[in-house]
């Protein structure tokens, strides 16, 4: 079925250093699925972060950029330089059935510290 | 912009009791969807809605029941709370499946079952 695999957590940083969060994805319900990053900071609701809907672009939010691989069905999130704001938790997503719902990985959390 | 409202923030219910969450959105979006969040396992679906009246199964319906009888509200019961039942559910709504069907969350209600 369709499903997404993310790094996991919780995932330790310093300060201006840079990150990756791996995720990978299976789709079988559609060839080219949407795929998202979703972020919740503390005290903060589930929001999205980005979102790339053809295969082979980059999406970009906040200093954050992943690029939709469909090769390696993977859709990783970066950063090159983070602060202590980008704590969080991090969920990558794929639209599943026809993008109508969309299905979540575990999450990651991200702590940068200075 | 819009909000989407969830209550209660916290529900707390004994074993075996029906338990009942809301949620209103102002979007005014055609899809709503139940989430739950377990730490660990990210977030799984319960249900959707696609428009007023209508209700799809999702992942994880099983012990649930859902009602959209107005496009701005979707409630969700949980038939019979269990101990394992304990997370964080999330409601969320999205419009437009051509730009990509973001989600907008709710901040999530906390079920507690003693």
């Known amino acids: 079925g369709d499903s997404v695999t993310q790094t996991e957590g919780p995932v330790t940083v310093s300060e201006s250093e840079s990150l990756i969060i791996n995720c990978t994805y299976s789709?079988?319900?559609?060839?080219?699925?949407?795929l998202f990053w979703y972020v919740r900071y503390p005290g903060e609701g589930l929001q999205l972060l980005l979102k790339?809907?053809?295969?082979?672009q980059k999406g970009s939010s906040r200093g954050f950029e992943a690029t939709y691989n469909k090769e390696t069905t993977s859709f990783h999130l970066q950063k090159a330089s983070v602060q202590e704001s980008d704590s969080a938790v991090y969920y990558c997503?794929?639209?599943?059935?026809?993008?109508?719902?969309?299905?979540f990985g575990t999450g990651t959390k991200l702590q940068v510290v200075p | 912009g819009g909000i989407i409202t969830q209550t209660p923030k916290f529900l707390i219910g004994q074993e075996g009791q029906k338990l009942t969450l809301k949620c209103q959105q102002n979007?005014?979006?055609?899809?709503m969807y139940w989430y739950r969040q377990d730490s660990g396992k990210g977030l799984r679906l319960i249900y959707y809605?696609?428009?007023?009246?209508?209700?799809q199964k999702g992942d994880l319906s099983e012990g649930y029941d859902a009602s959209r009888e107005k496009k701005s509200s979707f409630s969700l019961t949980v038939t019979s709370a269990q101990k394992n039942e304990m997370a964080v559910f999330l409601c969320?709504?999205?419009?437009?499946?051509?730009?990509?069907?973001?989600?907008?969350f709710g901040e999530g209600s906390r079920l507690i079952v003693v």
């Open positions: 997503a794929l639209g599943v059935n026809s993008g109508t719902y969309q299905r």
């Open positions: 969320a709504s999205s419009q437009d499946k051509s730009s990509g069907n973001t989600l907008y």
């Open positions: 789709a079988t319900s559609i060839a080219y699925p949407n």
């Open positions: 809605s696609i428009t007023e009246n209508d209700l």
């Open positions: 790339v809907i053809t295969a082979g």
């Open positions: 979007f005014n979006h055609d899809t």
